[in-house]
Antibody
C-alpha cells in the first residue's frame, strides 16, 4: 500500500524558514517523480515543486522560485521541502504527491502538514 | 502559464441525477487533464488521469471527456457519498495548474 506521511508543519513568523518532510513507503520511491502541492485556506490548490526520480531535476512556479528548495533522499525514502523567506501567503496545508508511472498525474497524496505564517 | 477555468463553483443535485463539471484551459493541453475528488479532512483523490483514464477501483459512474482546451467530468446516478469538492488539474506544462474547484452537495 502506497503511503506518504508529511511532517514538519508549524507556526512561523514572516521571513522565517522551515523544512517539511515526507516519508514514503509501499512503492519503489527512487523510481517516481515527486511533488509538493499546497492548499490555501480558501481551498485553492497550487503546485509548489517537482523533483525527478533521481533528484537531478527540480522545478518551481515563480511564486516560490528562489525561496523553496525540493530535495529527496532515496536511501531514506524521504522527500523534503526547504522553505525560506516565508510570507503570509505561504500559509497552507502542504501535501506531498507521487507522480504516475508514465505520466505526471499526482496519483497518491499524503494527509498533509500545516504551515501558518503569522507574526 | 495555462489558466484553468472550472465551472460551476458549486452545484446541488438529487441522488440519481447527473453531474457535469467543465474545465476550460487557456492553451491546448492535448489530453493532459486529471480529475480529483476531495472529501472534508482528506487529501485529494485521483479519480481520472490523463487520457480520460478511470483509475483502478473508481466506480464507473465517474467519467470524463475532452481534448485540447475543453474538458468535461461527469457523475452518472449521483450517490450521497459523492458529496465532495472536485478539482481538475492540467499536467501538460509547468506550472501545473488546478481549476478553482466545484463543491457538490446533495439536495
Amino acid at each position: 500500500e502506497v503511503q506518504l506521511v508529511e511532517s514538519g508543519g508549524d507556526l512561523v513568523k514572516p521571513g522565517g524558514s522551515l523544512k517539511l518532510s515526507c516519508a514514503a513507503s509501499g512503492f519503489t520511491f527512487s523510481s517516481y517523480g515527486m511533488s509538493w502541492v499546497r492548499q490555501t485556506p480558501d481551498k485553492r490548490l497550487e503546485w509548489v515543486a517537482t523533483i525527478s526520480s533521481g533528484g537531478s531535476y527540480t522545478y518551481y512556479p515563480d511564486s516560490v522560485k528562489g525561496r523553496f528548495t525540493i530535495s529527496r533522499d532515496n536511501a531514506k525514502n524521504t522527500l523534503y521541502l526547504q522553505m525560506s523567506s516565508l510570507k503570509s501567503e505561504d500559509t497552507a496545508m502542504y501535501y506531498c504527491a507521487r507522480h504516475g508511472a508514465v505520466r505526471v498525474s499526482f496519483d497518491y497524496w499524503g494527509q498533509g502538514t500545516t504551515l501558518t505564517v503569522s507574526s | 502559464e495555462t489558466t484553468v477555468t472550472q465551472s460551476p463553483a458549486s452545484l446541488s443535485v438529487a441522488t440519481g441525477e447527473k453531474v457535469t463539471i467543465r474545465c476550460i484551459t487557456s492553451t491546448d493541453i492535448d489530453d493532459d487533464m486529471n480529475w480529483y475528488q476531495q472529501k472534508p479532512g482528506e487529501p485529494p483523490k485521483l479519480l481520472i488521469s490523463e487520457g480520460n483514464t478511470l483509475r483502478p477501483g473508481v466506480p464507473s459512474r465517474f467519467s470524463s471527456s475532452g481534448y485540447g482546451t475543453d474538458f468535461v467530468f461527469t457523475i452518472e446516478n449521483t450517490l450521497s457519498e459523492d458529496v465532495a469538492d472536485y478539482y481538475c488539474l492540467q499536467s501538460d506544462n509547468m506550472p501545473y495548474t488546478f481549476g478553482g474547484g466545484t463543491k457538490l452537495e446533495i439536495k
